[in-house]
């Protein structure tokens, strides 16, 4: 749930910087969020970090499928062939 809430808070930062920047954001985010379950000691602490984990969640999701459309633009302009 916390990741479809989130969609529009990173549509909205990737607005003001690039997709990269979203990707390594998110994927740091996401990671040290992940790292921290091991140290996860009661029930409240869990909920609290599923919170967490979800807010970066849609990030690898989204991200690589709307950096594809660019990838083929830049490639074509690289090229002069437009290979998709």
């Known amino acids: ?4 809430f989130m969609i529009p ?3 909205f930062i990737g607005n003001k ?6 990707y390594l954001i ?4 996401l990671a ?5 379950l091991n ?13 967490l984990i979800g807010m970066p969640l849609a990030v690898p999701y ?5 950096m594809l459309p660019d990838v083929v633009e830049e490639d074509e302009e690289r090229t002069g062939r437009r290979r998709e």
């Open 26 to 29: 998110g994927g740091s985010l």
């Open 39 to 51: 140290f996860v000691n009661s029930t409240e602490a869990a909920i609290l970090l599923g919170i």
């Open 17 to 22: 910087t690039s997709k990269r920047h979203i």
């Open 32 to 36: 040290t969020s992940m790292a921290a």
């Open 1 to 4: 749930g916390t990741a479809l």
């Open 9 to 11: 808070v990173w549509v």
């Open 62 to 66: 989204l991200v690589p499928i709307s």
